[in-house]
T-cell receptor, first 114, second 114 residues
């Protein structure tokens, strides 16, 4: 079956640097994507989403880029802070009739060094 | 907004015992999801309710698992009898409409079956 996967399982950055977390998806028909942040001992927290009719969306210190040509999704975090340390998941909503299902990637662990 | 509320936050029980997990979705949301998270399998959708009706329970592992949603503000996930392999973090999530919408997660219940 098709699935969402991540290129890098771990990412370590220095405080103040920009972080880029990548995600590859294989279902070209997916029309909605979400990035979640999960801190230790907590549930996944919504960060930002993007629909397939867009290629970029910005939030506070975060930007999501969608490249439908190569089926690639990325999350950019500007001026990374220690509080950004967490596991980041991408999720896609493949239009399979039952359009409520989200397919989650395995996650990337981001560690921010002070 | 209180967000999704789950109880208990932690549960330790012995094999064979009944376990009941509880969830209160965000007020006004009409879709509710139960997930299980393990290191090996990541986030797995167990069951999805829309307007209090179970729509998809294909992810429920076996007959030992059951879920109910008696009203719009409460759901339970029951495991009877519990087994050590059920040890995981169980998340409840809700969304406004269910289809291609952001799901908001609760803090999770950490279950350990001895």
């Amino acid at each position: 079956g098709e699935s969402v996967g991540l290129h890098l399982p771990t990412l370590s950055v220095q405080e103040g640097d920009n972080s880029i977390i990548n995600c590859a998806y294989s279902n070209s028909a997916s029309d909605y994507f979400i990035w979640y942040k999960q801190e230790s001992g907590k549930g996944p927290q919504f960060i930002i989403d993007i629909r397939s009719n867009m290629d970029k969306r910005q939030g506070q210190r975060v930007t999501v880029l969608l490249n439908k040509t190569v089926k690639h999704l990325s999350l950019q975090i500007a001026a990374t802070q220690p509080g950004d340390s967490a596991v980041y998941f991408c999720a896609e909503n493949p239009p399979q009739g039952s359009n409520y299902k989200l397919t989650f990637g395995k996650g990337t662990l981001l560690t921010v060094n002070p | 907004d209180a967000g999704v509320i789950q109880s208990p936050r932690h549960e330790v029980t012995e094999m064979g015992q009944e376990v009941t997990l509880r969830c209160k979705p965000i007020s006004g949301h009409n879709s509710l999801f139960w997930y299980r998270q393990t290191m090996m399998r990541g986030l797995e959708l167990l069951i999805y309710f829309n307007n209090n009706v179970p729509i998809d329970d294909s992810g429920m592992p076996e007959d030992r698992f059951s879920a109910k949603m008696p009203n719009a503000s409460f759901s339970t996930l029951k495991i009877q009898p519990s087994e050590p392999r059920d040890s995981a973090v169980y998340f409840c999530a809700s969304s406004a409409r269910g289809g291609g919408e952001t799901q908001y997660f609760g803090p999770g219940t950490r279950l350990l079956v001895l």
